[in-house]
Nanobody, 127 residues
Framework: QVQLVESGGGLVQAGGSLRLSCAAS????????MAWFREAPGQEREFVAA????????DYKDSVKGRFTISRDNAKNTVYLQMNRLQPEDTADYFC????????????????????WGQGTQVTVSS
């Protein structure tokens, strides 16, 4: 059974940093696109960042470009999201997601293209 477990969330002041981790088990995802989404209270789940299996292609939501960095360690079956210069509008539950197929190679921003999801980790940024 595939499981994705996020960790690293918490409460941080504006301008601070957090590093989220998502460890996968039950299957190896070294050839699969991995991504992060977030869901703020009362809002729809939205794309944040995604990375190709080799790590050479990344994609980011415009508002996090230059502040967030997605990376992965295929040996550990884990994807990370380094979040710097956090702002109150980054407050949300953050979810990792994995596409089950190895194609297409290019990361996607669409929720529908991801088959496995974690339970989420809460990030709260105070002003």
């Amino acid at each position: 059974q595939v499981q994705l477990v996020e960790s690293g969330g918490g409460l941080v002041q504006a301008g601070g940093s957090l590093r989220l981790s998502c460890a996968a088990s039950g299957r190896t995802f070294s050839r699969n696109v991995m991504a992060w989404f977030r869901e703020a209270p009362g809002q729809e789940r939205e794309f944040v960042a995604a990375v190709s299996w080799s790590g050479d292609i990344t994609d980011y939501k415009d508002s996090v470009k230059g502040r967030f960095t997605i990376s992965r360690d295929n040996a550990k079956n884990t994807v990370y999201l380094q979040m710097n210069r956090l702002q109150p509008e980054d407050t949300a539950d953050y979810f990792c997601a994995v596409r089950s197929g190895i194609y297409p190679y290019v990361p996607s921003r669409s929720r529908e293209e991801y088959d496995y999801w974690g339970q989420g980790t809460q990030v709260t940024v105070s002003s």
